[in-house]
């Protein structure tokens, strides 16, 4: 028997790793998935979602991409780690992604071939290609600037790349000094922390799709308060010490996860 099982659970209900089924559909996310979702079929090129560490933008991409499961006329390039020192370096990241071939080998050949794709695939085969990039705030200053060249290839109706970035604070001072980048944005939102009922919601949410069926007989309403003034409403936070909570329970042998339990997670934590 698992740890987990001990408690009446089929999985663990707060593990990090990005299981889409445990997705809550929280206000503001829904928002921010239903914009990007219609600037992106609307062709309206670039969309971008700042918010600080944890409050969840790797999640929205996921789960953005699942909404456009089995629609081949979206073609998604998911990039995750933006960090290039070159302009080179980067070009020759998308190539990649893009699956062009690589017959010329200099940044002007690349951006050439960038261009040609985008065409091709935007106007000859009429597929709508989407660009997102997770980590933005590591985008150099250079590489938005390519980007924004990128942003104008365009038709009469509509633009040929869509450009979602996701990022955190420190991008907002560089995308204020790019004043002709930042007109080109259709859809920015910046992402704020959950409320107390968001978070007892996302906490008795995750405990029933990981089987447990009276989630509130498991955490008391002071813990999950306790959880919530503890991570000031961020969701890796929330999702850490629900975790945490869990497992010194377990280690407990115990059966409630009250405030005197998260009390000692948050202290320990803090060490
Ligand atoms: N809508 C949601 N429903 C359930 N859990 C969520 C939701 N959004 C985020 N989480 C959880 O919160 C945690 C943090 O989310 P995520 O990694 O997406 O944040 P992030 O903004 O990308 O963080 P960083 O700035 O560090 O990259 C993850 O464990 C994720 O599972
Ligand atoms: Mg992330």
Do not use: W
Not at 168 to 187: G, H, W
């Amino acid at each position: 028997m698992s740890f987990y099982e001990f408690l009446g659970f089929k999985k663990e209900p707060f593990s990090n790793s990005p299981d889409p089924g445990f997705f809550y559909n929280l206000k503001e996310h829904r928002l921010v998935l239903n914009k990007l979702e219609i600037a992106i079929r609307q062709k309206r090129g670039l969309m971008v979602i700042i918010g600080d560490i944890g409050l969840g933008k790797t999640t929205i991409t996921r789960k953005l991409l699942q909404n456009f499961d089995g629609e081949n006329d979206y073609l998604f390039y998911p990039m995750l780690n933006p960090s290039f020192s070159t302009e080179f370096q980067f070009l020759e990241m998308l190539i990649k992604m893009f699956k062009i071939s690589r017959i010329r080998r200099s940044t002007i050949e690349y951006r050439q071939a960038v261009q040609d794709f985008l065409f091709k695939t935007g106007v000859e085969e009429k597929k709508t290609v989407v660009l997102i990039i997770d980590e933005g705030q590591k985008l150099s200053e250079d590489i938005l600037e390519i980007l924004r060249v990128f942003l104008n290839y365009e038709t009469n109706e509509y633009k040929l790349l869509q450009l979602v970035i996701l990022a955190q604070m420190e991008i907002l001072p560089k995308i204020k000094k790019m004043r002709n980048l930042s007109d080109r944005i259709c859809f920015q939102h910046l992402l704020t922390p959950i409320t107390l009922d968001e978070t007892r919601e996302l906490i008795l949410f995750r405990l029933h799709e990981a089987g447990l069926e009276n989630g509130s007989a498991l955490f008391t309403e002071e813990a999950i308060k306790k959880i919530y003034f503890s991570s000031k409403g961020y969701l890796r936070r929330i999702i850490f010490l629900a975790h945490n909570s869990l497992e010194k329970i377990i280690m407990e042998e115990s059966h409630l996860v009250d405030e005197a339990v998260v009390d000692a997670v948050v202290k320990d934590l803090s060490f």
